[in-house]
């Protein structure tokens, strides 16, 4: 495992989206607690926006029961929970050193072993 931090893993995510033409925005730690990572756009509008946390997988697989959720904090999950009730996309976003897999939120509670991590996530680098 790299020790490489979540926000650079997270940077080549969004890389990888905005060259298939998706808007990415990285969103600022402030004072609205629990506000998600990221917030991201299709780049046709066709599927609206989507409020993504960002989580490394050494993060999640220290978490209770290997659950994505669990390793969200509580403000965290609120917010994703609270956004995805009144009908915004939400994910959990989890990041290895050279992959990605994005969970809807609540798929995000069942655990994630590293062996399924391999087989479902995709390259963080297209070239």
């Not at 995510?13 to 609205?32: H, I």
């Not at 994005?102 to 590293?114: F, G, S, V």
């Amino acid at each position: 495992m790299s020790s490489q931090p979540e926000r650079e893993r997270g940077d080549l995510w969004a890389e990888r989206l905005r060259e298939a033409g998706y808007w990415v925005q990285k969103l600022p730690a402030s004072s609205l607690s629990g506000m998600p990572d990221w917030l991201v756009g299709h780049p046709r509008g066709m599927q609206g926006t989507r409020w993504v946390e960002a989580k490394t997988l050494e993060a999640v697989l220290a978490a209770k029961g290997h659950r994505p959720w669990e390793a969200c904090s509580g403000a965290q999950r609120f917010w994703l929970q609270r956004a995805g009730r009144a009908g915004d996309r939400c994910s959990v976003l989890v990041l290895s050193a050279d992959r990605y897999l994005e969970l809807d939120w609540k798929d995000a509670r069942a655990p994630l072993t590293l062996g399924a991590f391999v087989k479902a996530s995709q390259p963080l680098r297209v070239h």
